[in-house]
């Protein structure tokens, strides 16, 4: 039965794919719609499969097809599999229903076609990597996932910016890939299969191949410094396909991630202290890298960082944790990171489709250029509202929910009997509050510039509400962030897992009965109401040049954090006389200095590309050289046949 | 349940009638180290009552977020204030006061308030949020650490039973509770906005954050945020009191033991005020890009705290 509705949802896919591309010209809106439709079909038969594996608790396993012995496409769902895939189903059914209208907003009529394909492929992709039951249907799924969404990262591929995105997520998704099948390879010669099970293995072999599966799946997940390519992607990606990516691909990495440390590998203290170091730089600099941004697609990417950051972080609390035999404190830290995926999936790709309302309204991504649109696009705003409440972890919303399960996690550090790893995870708690504060303050931020005050530009002053499909799927979202926070402890009981959690139900009740009284007794005391302009020190006509900036809201926090932003300020001066009173003229810009780019990724690839530049100058020669290269070859095999016999 | 809904009304109650006594009293000991009068002791419940009977007036700019943050915000501090016995313990059975959603309650009021501030679109409201939003998020891991190193201490991560450790022990049982406190303080000192962080007294634009956010907050809904203000400070000097002075604290919900309880918190508050109001007369305020420094001391006490107790 659910190996029927899994194949089933998998089949829908592949038909609304085919619905896309076949046939010539422009197939219409009519038809992208109902390939939509498939596609929201095959979402609710997926989620159906994983709600009945998450309820029995029983795995299933079939095989699709084989084509060796030890070369199948074979599935195995079991719980951690169908909650995956639960995430993928849920929210790609909910980006479905906002693609409805939006993927009619981009361009060309066979561009869209081509999308709407391109998009089921991607979510079928997806789901079937997180029910691969070995490495070699994992890692063809996996390729088949980045090769999809490569594709609709190209979508507006005659902008100069979308180029520069291919490249960068090309290469790095292939140097993910290569991590990823180096680190099957090693499992394959330790132990002979592909298939994902528990593995005996030496320290040194589990290690090496912990770490090949780290770069790949982190990469892909992006943890820093494997990172730079999602803030390009995302941004270029189409809005629906951003929510897509950060919603949900970056957690079928984390999916890997766990599924490596839970069935394959058993970890040791080291992969912990890796996780968690890494993580904590990800989630404080993501946010810190946040801040800064004013682009809102690749200001809400930097915001994945830092989420995957706080997941990673969580695995590796449950690492350190199991390690010391600190079974409750490893189980909160390893259902926090779960449940933290979860809700990052649900807000996230919120965010990412009223994002692209937003963009879609204002034609600019360019939070600098927008404001005033609450008034324009209440639905949305307030949609956003929920999202951005989430996502800075507001009680009683789901983001605070799975935050405050690491937390918890964190406060029982004090029964680690090693000083050393206690220090470290009080440290990491302190980088944790600072990581989670700046958040808020980037929402706050993002909130304020995009739809508080007056318009700053004409089109925001122009801007209309998003129609009703793009405000249901994510209306749904923003609903679930509702119920998964304030149920958060009902929930999990109700899933039979006894963990210390804390209700946030009687906090909500409080919280709203107060709410209740305090309005009740504004409008008892009969105030008059009367609207008036903003006070302005005396200024006759307010307007949206006074207003506050994103840039100078964040200004304060860029100062006090100018080491990690590497910001060059340099001011040039003129004078007229030779004592440097009187300033004649001079100019003074601001300068950030991008790190990751500057000093990692472009030394890397100069490097590769001189590696190449080498080959092909001993590929450029005449014949002679040939016999030469043919010959020095013969004499290395000679030699190293006669030594191997 | 029964006793949790009488715990949380009378909490609730008593917190919010006394905050405005206590902001008086600060503000009077000020007057006073000054050389000046100072207003009446009892001057934040005139002006409460007086704001609350004049006109609400919005900018037409404003959106909703300005007409629901301050019912949001008297939600959340005083769904906090329930998490901070001053009255008497409640038994821990259904009692939530887990000392991270405590905390995250008062974020979530900042995070409503510093929205509101942009609002308007007002310079002074952008300004004021967006320092108080920098502030908040250096200050935030001096707090959560803070709070680390007293459920260290006390071996608890809920307020109510942290009280309940103390109540049960003397200082000398736990000596690190003096550094903890220190630190404590700092973030008391911050998080109302006081000098050397801010100004409470001042509507220039150059000092003023907090302020700064309720410029264009009037009549009752400016009541509500200077309630909700006076609550989060209640709030913080409760938590100070009761972990290091937790005498007179009622374990049990008897009538004697809950009027010594208010009354004994009273006094202590009062005192507490007096050296708030001593302390800032004293103090200058700090640069805003210096408090990182200021801050770091907070953070360095409950550091070695942690670290002392690690070795112990």
Known sequence: MIQALFLGGAGLMLLAAAAGVIGGGDSGAGRRKAALALVIAGTVAWMAASAGVLADGAAVDFTL???????????????????????????????????????????????????????????????????????????????????????????????AETAKAGVYYLVMTQFSTLFLLLGALLLHRYTGTFNIGAADLSPAAAGLIFGAFFIGFGTKAGVMPFHKWLPFAHAAAPSNISALMSGVMIKVAVYGLVRILLDVLSPELWWG??????????????????????????????????????????????????????????????????????????????LFMTAGSVVAATHSRNIEEMGGLVKR?????????????????????????????????????????????????????????????????????????????LPRSKEAEQAVEAPRAMLIGPGILAAACVVLGIFSAQIFRAAGFDLPLIDLLPVTAVTGAIFGLAVFLVRRSGSRVRLSETWGCGIHRQNSK??????????????????????????RREYADRDKSIVTGGSGEIHTLQFFEERIYLPAARLVQRLSGFVSRLHNVDLDAFVLYAFVVIVILLLAVGRWL | ???????????????????????????????????????PLLQGYYNLAKLLKK?????????????????????????????????????????????????????SAKFFMALAGLDAGSTFGGMGSSREMSLSAIIEPVTITSAAALAFVLKTTDIPEMFAAVLGASLAQYPTLILI????????????????????????????????????????????????????????????????????????????????????FGLKALALAAVIGVFESLMAKIRLFRLPSFFMLALFFSFVTIVFELLA
């Not at chain 1, 059914?93 to 076609?113: N, P, W």
């Not at chain 1, 999202?387 to 937390?407: K, Q, R, Y």
């Not at chain 1, 708690?429 to 958040?439: G, I, K, T």
């Not at chain 2, 008086?24 to 207003?39: E, F, N, T, W």
């Open chain 2, 181 to 264: 406190g220190m630190s404590l303080f700092i973030v008391l000192i911050v998080e109302t906005a006081r000098i050397p962080v801010d100004n409470p007294e001042t509507h220039l634009e150059l000092t003023m954050i907090h302020e700064a956010m309720l410029l264009e907050q009037t009549g009752p809904k400016l009541a509500l945020m200077e309630l909700s203000y006076g609550v989060k400070q209640t709030v913080l000097m409760a938590i100070l009191i009761n972990i290091i002075f937790p005498w007179g604290l009622a374990a049990e919900a008897t009538l004697p033991a809950i009027a010594v309880s208010m009354l004994s």
């Open chain 2, 1 to 39: 349940m029964a006793e949790y809904l009488l715990y949380a009304v009378l909490n609730i109650g008593f917190i919010t009638a006394i905050s405005p006594l206590l902001l008086g009293a600060i503000k009077k000991v000020k007057a006073l180290s000054q050389g000046r009068v100072g207003p």
């Open chain 1, 546 to 571: 006074m207003e506050y900036t994103a840039s100078g809201f964040s200004e304060p926090i860029v100062t006090i954090f100018s080491p990690i932003f590497r910001t060059r300020k340099s001011l």
């Open chain 1, 273 to 350: 202290t890796v996780l968690l170091v890494f993580g904590i730089v990800s989630a404080v600099l993501g946010v810190i890298y946040a801040l800064k941004e004013h682009d809102l697609k690749k200001l809400l990417a930097y915001h994945s960082i830092e989420n995957i950051g706080i997941i990673v972080i969580g695995l590796g609390l449950y690492v350190i944790f199991s390690h010391y035999s600190l079974a409750a404190l490893a189980d909160l830290s390893l259902f926090g990171a779960l449940f933290h995926t979860l809700n990052h999936a649900v807000f996230k790709s919120l």
């Open chain 1, 377 to 453: 696009m209440p639905a949305t705003a307030v949609i956003f509202l929920i999202g951005a409440a989430a996502i800075s972890a507001l009680p009683p919303l789901n983001g605070f929910a799975s935050e405050v399960m690491l937390f918890q996690a964190y406060l029982g550090a004090f029964q680690v009997p090693s000083p050393l790893t206690a220090v470290l995870l009080f440290t990491a708690l302190a980088a944790f509050a600072l990581m989670s504060a700046l958040a808020a303050a980037c929402f706050v931020k993002a909130f304020g510039a995009v739809f508080l005050a």
């Open chain 2, 55 to 107: 006109e609400i007036i919005y900018s037409q700019n404003t959106s909703f977020i300005m007409r629901l943050a301050p019912y949001l915000n008297i939600g959340f501090l005083l769904a906090a204030a329930a998490m901070v016995p001053v009255v008497f313990l409640p038994s821990a059975e259904g009692a939530p006061g887990n000392v991270i959603l405590f905390l995250y309650l008062l974020v």
């Open chain 1, 65 to 159: 097809y084989r084509l060796a012995p030890d070369l199948a496409f074979a599935f195995h769902l079991d719980r951690l599999s169908a909650f995956f895939c639960l995430i993928i189903a849920a929210v790609a059914l909910c980006t479905a229903v906002y693609s409805l209208k939006y993927i009619e907003h981009g361009a060309g009529g066979r561009q869209r076609d081509f999308l709407t394909a391109a998009m089921a492929v991607f979510i079928l992709s997806m789901g079937l990597v997180a029910a691969s039951a070995n490495f070699f249907a994992l890692i063809f799924f996996w390729e088949m996932m980045s090769l999809s969404s490569l594709l609709l990262v190209l979508y507006e591929r005659d902008r």
